[in-house]
């Protein structure tokens, strides 16, 4: 009784955690400053809650793809194409 007890309060802390990381997100001025915040903080949560690891990853390659298409966009505009 008491582990799955320890569970839910782990998952209660994370699910707080990830709360407070998306109200600081939306806090931001800018979505850069957003997602500055939110890599961060999942950084920092993937120590201390492994399980959140591959979203992390996915997160990260989100990002990835989404400069790359904003560079790819920025080029097109400089081109004229």
Do not use: H
């Amino acid at each position: 009784m008491a582990f799955k007890e320890e569970e839910l309060d782990r998952e209660a802390r994370l699910a707080e955690a990830l709360l407070i990381v998306l109200e600081e997100a939306g806090s931001r001025k800018n979505p850069t400053a957003a997602m500055s915040v939110i890599t961060n903080s999942l950084n920092a949560l993937t120590d201390d809650y492994p399980e959140i690891g591959r979203f992390n990853v996915l997160w990260n390659e989100l990002l990835v793809s989404d400069l790359v298409t904003y560079q790819q966009c920025l080029q097109v505009c400089r081109n004229g194409v």
